[in-house]
């Protein structure tokens, strides 16, 4: 039996308690940003490692990897994406930048980043991995260990920039920097929600690598990788309107950019996102994570969280508009952690949007704990959420990973 929203409440979310020390807000760029004009929900997603793990980093990089990056240099690398910094929080494990167009996460040994509307975000791909030789210490001229590359297709691809005006495009663009690429096309080729997928490995870490000792490394390399997407379209309108607000649109035609908010305070779109986090559900779901979250102008919602002393993190955003809705959920906390199978997450954050369609990508290294994707092979009941219908499930073996395509449609 699947538990309503409403069963997550034992634990209230308090967003009084998510700013620290490592919590840092761009209060320029949030005042005075404008999503009138913003299209295009389904981002693209850039997942590149440089190690299995931060314990297996190479000899010559930092100890703390690519967390040792400074922040206006990735500000810099993302100039080329088209996309700027709204405010970040920081663990050991990871810093989590909430950005204009979606998200971005930093961890010792790989980065996450994930862009929506006509960002250019393969752009700023050559900047990040020259980033990582210069600044972090990875080996001048090795591939990095592993890369991913994936989107769900385009709702207005006309409108997008080079290198992003179609898959062969991208695909192009991606093997020049890597070899050993492989590309697939996820889901029905006649239908709105197929997905689409970048693979590059190298055949191995790199042998020369710094190891803690006081922590245990699999000998044969194994590692433990699992994360959680769903991509939902054609929002409940009633859902959707919880996702706008009825603050005046800045006038960046005529805004110098100067901001009258103090620097210890949080703007109006971080005040309103982390009521929204609280309003709709949201916060309730992970609700030992550390939330930061913004409600655009006039409408949309972005949020990271993440957990101290843990690598794990989720995040959402939304565009809520009519005729184009979408919003996207991905998390790697484990079963384990969450205490919730991914059945009951894929649940839970449905009922918040009351998507007509959604997809359910699970991207798992064999053998890990929970075994999601394994669980759903073999019928966990990925294929009994309520109100819905699966019209896909597609299931593929890539390298050490197994990957589970489900796509649903809403009952009439």
Same mark, same amino acid.
């Given at each position: 039996?699947?538990?309503?929203?409403?069963?997550?409440?034992?634990?209230?979310?308090?967003? /009084?308690?998510?700013?620290?020390n490592s919590y840092s807000v761009n209060h320029e760029a949030s005042v005075t940003l404008n999503s009138t004009n913003a299209f295009e929900g *389904?981002?693209? $997603?850039?997942? !590149?490692?440089?190690?299995?793990?931060?314990?297996? $980093?190479?000899?010559?990089?930092?100890?703390?990897?690519?967390?040792?990056?400074?922040?206006?240099?990735?500000?810099?690398?993302?100039? =080329? !994406?088209?996309?700027?910094? $709204?405010?970040?929080?920081?663990?050991?494990?990871?810093? /989590?930048?909430?950005?204009?167009?979606?998200?971005?996460?930093?961890?010792?040994?790989?980065?996450?980043?994930?862009?929506?509307?006509t960002t250019t975000l393969l752009n700023g791909l050559p900047r990040l991995l020259e980033l990582a030789?210069?600044?972090?210490?990875?080996?001048?001229?090795? %591939? *990095?260990?592993? !890369?991913? =590359?994936?989107?769900?297709?385009?709702?207005? *691809?006309?409108?997008?920039?080079? *290198?992003?005006?179609?898959?062969?495009? %991208?695909?192009?663009?991606?093997?020049?920097?890597?070899?050993?690429?492989?590309? =697939?096309?996820?889901?029905?080729?006649?239908?709105?929600?197929?997905?689409? $997928? =970048?693979?590059?490995?190298?055949?191995a870490a790199p042998s020369d690598i710094r190891t803690d000792p006081s922590v245990a490394v699999p000998a044969d390399g194994r590692f433990e990788d699992e994360t959680l997407e769903i991509l939902?379209?054609?929002?409940?309108?009633?859902k959707a309107a919880q996702f706008y607000n009825d603050r005046l649109v800045p006038d960046t035609a005529s805004d110098s950019g100067s901001s009258s908010v103090a620097s210890d305070e949080l703007d109006p779109g971080h005040v309103g996102g982390a009521e929204v986090t609280a309003n709709c559900g949201l916060g309730k779901l992970y609700p030992f994570s550390r939330i930061d979250s913004f409600s655009f102008s006039p409408c949309g919602y972005s949020a990271n969280g993440v957990t101290d002393k843990t690598h794990n993190y989720f995040t959402v955003h939304v565009t809520p508009e009519a005729g184009f809705s979408y919003a996207s959920f991905e998390s790697n906390v484990p079963s384990s952690v969450s205490r919730m199978n991914p059945l009951e997450v894929v649940h839970y954050v449905v009922s918040i949007f009351g998507p007509s369609h959604f997809s359910v990508t699970m991207f798992e290294t064999r053998g890990t704990k929970s075994s999601i994707a394994e669980a759903s092979v073999k019928g966990l009941g990925l294929s009994e959420i309520p109100g819905y219908t699966r019209s896909d499930r597609i299931v593929y073996e890539l390298d050490e990973y197994d990957l589970v395509f489900l796509a649903f449609e809403k009952n009439a």
């Open positions: 039996m699947v538990s309503p929203v409403a069963s997550r409440s034992e634990t209230d979310y308090n967003p /009084a308690h998510q700013v620290d *389904p981002e693209k $997603l850039l997942e !590149v490692w440089f190690a299995p793990d931060r314990f297996r $980093l190479p000899s010559t990089m930092a100890r703390d990897g690519l967390k040792s990056v400074k922040r206006p240099l990735w500000e810099d690398m993302l100039d =080329y !994406v088209h996309c700027k910094v $709204l405010s970040v929080i920081g663990t050991e494990e990871v810093d /989590a930048y909430l950005l204009s167009e979606s998200a971005m996460f930093v961890f010792p040994h790989k980065i996450i980043l994930k862009t929506c509307g030789c210069d600044e972090a210490g990875y080996p001048a001229g090795v %591939e *990095p260990w592993h !890369v991913f =590359y994936s989107r769900k297709n385009f709702m207005f *691809p006309d409108r997008q920039l080079h *290198p992003h005006r179609s898959w062969k495009d %991208e695909v192009k663009y991606l093997d020049t920097h890597f070899s050993n690429g492989s590309a =697939y096309m996820v889901g029905r080729m006649n239908s709105d929600h197929h997905w689409y $997928l =970048y693979s590059a490995k190298r055949d939902m379209t054609g929002l409940d309108e009633k």
